[in-house]
């Protein structure tokens, strides 16, 4: 097996640093990730109050929401190449600096365009931080072990800034206004600038072809349009006009962009790399285990703020199960994964995404918190860790260091996706059978109860509970009032079940494929360069050996 003249030559700038040196660059690294996966929850809490404030329709809370995650997936490959040719840490400074300024300007907004403006600059900058990220981590920990480790911290870092985002929200909102959450990014990001320049050296693929451009533009579009359908598509519908037509454009733009990236010598993204089973089926992992995860934590926002009327700082503290139980999993599955291998970490993680699903789909309105809410939390969150650590190891062991940022934006990508796959599926879903159940009840409230905003708002989601409970109502209409709330928690969590069932449906059908098609022989023998095991059957694949030598 050839090693690549770029491959060694971009880890030679990483050879001198010391433990200690590693270690500094590894926090800094993980400093620069915590800014960009942070920052998207803390926006989600905000958004009661931002549309109270800019007097924001469903719609535009939305676009908030998506304006990032439109521009932040459509960017991940193109930026993850650049990356590799000009860069990596040159590229996580200039988006982190990017960062800092859009976040700024968010605080300063005062209506909602600029604010929605301000949130997709944040998403190209994000874009270009977040691949930086990992392949900085494998071209700093080239040794397998501890590269395995570092892979663990950096994916126990983006479960519990997911997590923990509501709480570090909650507390913001509990005291400032919703311009904090956009001012907190300005200090961190700071700091991660100083850290990352004091700590982090650079590296960069050394030999590079002439620049892919028409790659970088299918990539663009391609993926744009396909995660721009999925956001809009229970807003449409799913087989309307509009979703079609979007569609049809990603899977045209997507397969131009496999066609030509098969036939450029420099390609932002080695089509044949999927032809290693390690890189496809983790990734195929990665993407249902986000699919499942952030739908989870959208069933479970619902839940708490919805049905047991929680504050969003009490929803944060009530999530921290999930937080916690990601911080303890990640680094012993990755290192288990050592031990017996990473298809038994992936299938099993899977299973247990699976059973906490299940379980979150038995919970009702009665449920205790402290009982089968907190298990499945703490279960999703060990699911989600155990798939995680080991399936992004795999992804990032499968690539040759020169196309280290192309491979991390794969495995971004494929988070990105499966996320908004996972909100938009599982979340049509569940408001699908929400709205079927209440739209009757709310349209009879008399205007004593609720007002045509508040009822417009109880249609699409439970949480307007918060909402119509602070409302003052005439003693007499009170029962009224009780039975509706009830029977709008009711319908979200009958909306929840089935929501959770085509979860658990999801995530079995994925351990089934991985179990059959991943290699179980526990992986000894570790290579420097890409993390291929000798024992394992897939090291010597031509089409593995093919991709080698190419790159």
């Known amino acids: 097996m050839t090693v690549s003249m770029a491959s060694r030559q971009s880890g030679r700038a990483t050879s001198g640093l010391s433990q200690r040196g590693r270690i500094a660059a590894l926090v800094a690294i993980c400093l620069a990730e915590l800014l960009v996966v942070l920052d998207n929850t803390l926006v989600n809490v905000a958004l009661p109050s931002m549309a109270v404030q800019l007097q924001a ?5 939305q676009w908030i929401v998506d304006a990032f995650t439109l521009a932040f997936s459509g960017l991940l490959l193109a930026m993850g190449h650049l990356g590799d040719r000009f860069g990596r840490r040159r590229f996580m400074i200039i988006g982190l600096i990017g960062v800092a300024i859009m976040s700024a300007a968010g605080a300063l907004s005062s209506g909602l365009g600029q604010v929605i403006a301000a949130r997709a600059g944040m998403g ?14 494998i071209n700093i920990f080239t040794e397998p072990r501890q590269r395995a480790g570092a892979v663990a911290a950096w994916t126990a870092m983006a479960g519990m800034a997911v997590a923990i985002g509501p709480t570090i929200g909650g507390w913001l909102l509990e005291y400032f206004s919703w311009h904090s959450v956009f001012w907190i990014n300005v200090p961190v990001a700071l700091v991660a600038i100083a850290a990352v320049v004091i700590t982090v050296p650079e590296s960069r693929a050394d030999h590079v072809a002439r620049l892919d451009r028409i790659g970088i533009l299918l990539s663009l579009v391609g993926v744009t349009a396909l995660v721009w359908s999925i956001i809009e598509a229970p807003k449409h519908g799913w ?57 989870f934590l959208f069933l479970i926002t619902q839940y708490f703020q919805g049905v047991k009327e929680l504050t969003p700082l009490e929803f944060g503290i009530h999530s921290l199960p999930f937080a916690v139980a990601v911080g303890f999993g990640a680094p012993i599955a990755t290192m288990m994964a050592q031990r017996f291998g990473t298809t038994a970490m992936v299938v099993s993680g899977l299973l247990i995404l699976a059973v906490a ?5 038995r919970t009702t309105v009665d449920t205790e918190y402290v009982g089968p809410v907190v298990v499945s939390m703490i279960l999703m969150g060990l699911g989600f860790a155990v798939v995680q650590g080991p399936a992004t190891e795999s992804i990032m062991g499968s690539v040759p260091l020169a196309e280290a940022g192309a491979g991390s934006a794969v495995n971004d990508t494929t988070r990105e996706v499966g996320g908004a796959l996972g909100v938009a599926v599982l979340g049509s879903i569940m408001t699908s059978i929400y709205a079927a159940h209440v739209s009757g009840r709310i349209a009879g409230i008399p205007a004593q109860i609720m007002n045509p905003q508040q009822k417009e708002l109880a249609g699409n989601t439970p949480i307007s509970v918060l909402e119509i409970v602070k409302a003052p109502v005439n003693p007499l209409l009170a029962p009224a009032k009780a039975d509706l709330i009830h029977a709008m928690k009711v319908a979200a969590m009958e909306g929840s079940q089935v929501a959770s069932y085509v979860a658990v449906g999801t995530l079995v059908v994925a351990a089934i494929v991985v179990a059959l098609a991943l290699p179980w022989r526990a992986e000894r023998g570790p290579s420097v360069l890409l993390g291929w095991r000798e024992t394992d059957p897939a090291a010597t694949d031509p089409a593995v050996e093919d991709t080698v030598k190419q790159a």
Do not use: H
């Open 57 to 61: 329709d469903m719609s535009g809370l």
């Open 124 to 137: 190209v900058f994000a874009a270009v931080v977040f691949p930086a990220t990992l392949a900085l981590l």
């Open 239 to 295: 087989l309307s006009t509009q979703s079609i037509a979007g569609y049809l454009l990603s899977i045209i733009a997507l397969a131009v962009f496999v066609s030509w990236e098969l036939r450029v010598a420099a390609p932002v993204l080695n089509m044949r790399l999927f032809r290693n089973r390690r890189f496809a089926l983790p990734s195929l992992a990665i993407t249902v285990s986000y699919f499942a995860a952030f739908g």
């Open 357 to 361: 699903m299940y379980i979150a789909g």
